[in-house]
Structure formats: structure tokens, C-alpha cells
């Protein structure tokens, strides 16, 4: 417990510094922007492939397969492919609040200095057209980064006044938009300026340099199951401190993972064989920890638990796990500052994501397709949607057990002293 208090001591003021870091709540809340736009693709995706992930699809008319190509399959282009544009107008507008000026420009702005990156080419037939892919995995690194310093240039310019300010009988929205012209204009000529020297290069334009450069080793990195490793036990070490894990360290690591996610997406919408991932945003919300909270609490009230308090605490969890909400569970056992859960809270999540990281490399599984599964999806169903096969609710199903396995004999120990409690109150009375 002293050793647990010293870390507390150092690591605990650094998991707040990150969780307060207005860049850091603004990327985290400039990815939810784009959260409706991919949870529809994502159900898209998931009705276009279901005879396929259920097998039937060479049984039905030709047709039918045909339709569902051609009604589902365009949907992707206009959400998870260009999800980019999404979360830089996210990140935009929620940075410029963060800073106190006006979010709804540095919003637009930041989406315009981001296009302004962009290889456009011009096609005899179509005209001028941006490479989609730009606008999807490979351009999100450049968008992060562009939103965040486009803002801060148009926040700095807006706090310091220098505005064209209009008289008071114009109309607020019209006086607004003036406001914003000279702070709006000075990212949108630094970032012009990038994007012609870039001309000059051997890549052409920022994007590919960026994701040649600094994206793809950083994806590379982040997809491994050290990195993943490492990610889940610092969720978890922050959570036994009562500190949002999961909210900390998806801060950091979400621009590698959906990055990850979205390429998966598109191999996937495209028939490829192979998925070129095993990490991504849909292999953490599905594997590392699903499952959990139902799987113990089934156990624990009706099959091991036998003090009242135990039992009582472990039914009431039931209902709010099957949706994977884990807040009855982790302040009700507590897990929080907990030294006997201290172990099975770590280790748990750390087996089932390296088992099944293992599964998957070896093919036992397919690996994530991207898609965006909400994680109040119950476990099995979850696997099976987001792997677009049984084969990945068969796996959850494993390290749900092996995680089951891992938290009993420390519960056991919780639960005597319940039960010890229990019947010295009794003797007591």
C-alpha cells in the first residue's frame, strides 16, 4: 500500500494535468463531433455485409446482393471516409471556446485552413477533385494539428481586438462575421503559404508528408501490442485512483486509433481479403474490458457470493452491465483506492486484450473491421459487429471467463470479510 501511495503521489497530479489540458478536452471533444456521421456508417456497413456475416449471402438473387452494395455502400464516402473534416471543425470550435472567442468561426476557419493543405488536381472530365483518402485516416494528423494551431492564431488575433468592429445598429450575426474577417484571414494566408512551399518538395503537399513521415510510424507504433499494453494498464491504474482512465489516456492516443480504425473501414468496404490492422478503435472498445462487470456479477450473486452485502451489490450490477456501464461496479465495490481489487483490476483487461490480440494474429479471428460499435452494445453481440463474425463474440466469450477466473479468488477474499461484517454485527444486535 506505501508503494501504491508514492505512485499516487507522482502519477496521479500528472493524469489531472492531462485530463484539465484545454488541447487535449478539445481534441477529445472535437472527435465526438464526428460520432453520429460514423455510428450511422458503421450500421450501414453492418446491413450491407449481414448475409455475408451470417453466411446466407450465395443464397439469396443476385439482385438482392447487388442492391445492397449499391444503396449501403456510397454511405461510407460521405461519413467514416471523411471524417476528418468532422473532427477538425470539432476541434475548432471547441478549442475557441475553451479560449473564450467565438467557436462557430474558429470552427469554420479551421476546416478551411485544413483544405487549404489539400493536393487539389484537376480531371478533364470531373473538374477539380481532393483524393478522399486525404480527407479520412491519412489527412487526420495534418487536420489535428492544423485546427489547433489555426485557433490558437484566431484566438489570439480576436482576444487582442484587432477586428473590424461595425456599429451597433448592424445586425449581430453580420457584425460577428466581420469581426472574424482579420483573425479569420491570417491562419488562412500562413497555412496558403505553407501549402506553397510544400509544392516544392518531393511530396507535394503537407498530408503526404506528414503521413509518410511522422503518421505511419506513429500507427505503426500505436497498433502494437506493447503500446496497447501500456494504454490499457494506464485506463485502469488511473480508474483504482478515481480518475477517468479511460477519458485521460483516449485523449492521447484516439488521433492513432481511429486513424487505424478508418483505414481497417475502408479495406473493409472495399472486399479486401485482409484487414491491415489488428489495433483500433473497434479491437479496444470491444476486447480489452467487455464484458467484465456482467460476467462477475452473474458469478459472484448467484453461483460464489455469500454475504448479503455481496450478493445485493452484485445483483443490483447485473442490469447496468449488460450495457456496459461500469460506474455500480467500480464505486460500489469499491474499486476505488481498493488494494484487494488493486490486481484483478489491472491484470484483468491486460489478459483478455493480449488474448485476444493473439486470437486474431494467429486468424482464429477476423481482425476489426472499424467500425464505430457503440460501447453500450452488449458483449457477444459487440464482437460479432465488430469483427463481422460469430467468431469474435466466441472470443469475447473466452476472456470474459479468463477474466471472470482472474477477479474470483480476490472477490472471495472481499466477500469474507462481508461476511465475517456481517455476523459480527448479528452477534452484536
Not at 175 to 194: E, H
Not at 308 to 313: A, D, F, Q, T, V
Not at 316 to 326: D, G, K, L, R
Amino acid at each position: 500500500m506505501k508503494f501504491l501511495d508514492k505512485m499516487a503521489e507522482k502519477i496521479v497530479p500528472i493524469a489531472q494535468i492531462i485530463a484539465d489540458n484545454k488541447f487535449l478536452l478539445s481534441l477529445r471533444d472535437g472527435f465526438m463531433v464526428a460520432f453520429p456521421a460514423t455510428m450511422f456508417a458503421s450500421i450501414m456497413i453492418i446491413i450491407q455485409n449481414f448475409p455475408t456475416t451470417f453466411g446466407f449471402a450465395d443464397k439469396l438473387p443476385e439482385g438482392v446482393n447487388v442492391f445492397l452494395n449499391d444503396f449501403f455502400g456510397p454511405v461510407g464516402n460521405a461519413t467514416m471516409s471523411v471524417g476528418t473534416l468532422f473532427i477538425v471543425f470539432g476541434i475548432g470550435y471547441q478549442l475557441a471556446d475553451k479560449f473564450g472567442q467565438p467557436k462557430l468561426f474558429a470552427g469554420a476557419i479551421s476546416l478551411s485552413s485544413f483544405l487549404m493543405l489539400l493536393p487539389f488536381s484537376n480531371q478533364d472530365k470531373l473538374g477539380t477533385v481532393i483524393p478522399i483518402s486525404k480527407l479520412g485516416a491519412e489527412g487526420m494528423f495534418v487536420g489535428i494539428v492544423t485546427a489547433m494551431i489555426a485557433t490558437i492564431i484566431y484566438s489570439k488575433i480576436s482576444a487582442a481586438g484587432i477586428t473590424i468592429k461595425m456599429p451597433d445598429s448592424v445586425p449581430p450575426m453580420i457584425a460577428q462575421s466581420f469581426v472574424a474577417i482579420i483573425p479569420g484571414a491570417v491562419p488562412l494566408f500562413i497555412f496558403n503559404i505553407i501549402r506553397y512551399l510544400f509544392t516544392f518538395t518531393k511530396w507535394g503537399n503537407a498530408v503526404d508528408f506528414v503521413y509518410q513521415i511522422l503518421q505511419q510510424p506513429l500507427m505503426g507504433l500505436g497498433g502494437t501490442l506493447p503500446a496497447v499494453l501500456i494504454a490499457v494498464f494506464c485506463m485502469q491504474f488511473f480508474w483504482w485512483f478515481g480518475i477517468h482512465g479511460t477519458l485521460v489516456v483516449n485523449a492521447v492516443i484516439d488521433p492513432i486509433m481511429n486513424a487505424l480504425a478508418i483505414e481497417n473501414y475502408e479495406a473493409y468496404k472495399a472486399g479486401a481479403t485482409e484487414l491491415p490492422h489488428i489495433i483500433n478503435t473497434t479491437f479496444m472498445g470491444v476486447f480489452v474490458n467487455q464484458g467484465l462487470q456482467l460476467g462477475i456479477s452473474i458469478t459472484m450473486a448467484f453461483f460464489i457470493a455469500r454475504s448479503i452485502r455481496m450478493k445485493k451489490l452484485m445483483k443490483t450490477i447485473i442490469a447496468p452491465s449488460i450495457f456496459n456501464v461500469s460506474e455500480p461496479m467500480t464505486f460500489g465495490l469499491p474499486i476505488v483506492m481498493n488494494p484487494i481489487a488493486f490486481i484483478p483490476w489491472i491484470l484483468a483487461p491486460l489478459a483478455s486484450t493480449t488474448i485476444s490480440y493473439l486470437a486474431i494474429y494467429v486468424g482464429l479471428v477476423p481482425r476489426p473491421i472499424g467500425a464505430t460499435v457503440v460501447w453500450t452494445t452488449p458483449v457477444f453481440l459487440s464482437g460479432w459487429i465488430g469483427t463481422g463474425s460469430i467468431a469474435g463474440a466466441i472470443l469475447q466469450v473466452v476472456t470474459l471467463a479468463v477474466m471472470v477466473l482472474i477477479w474470483v479468488p480476490f472477490l472471495v477474499v472481499m466477500d469474507r470479510e462481508y461476511l465475517k461484517e456481517e455476523k459480527e454485527q448479528l452477534s452484536v444486535e
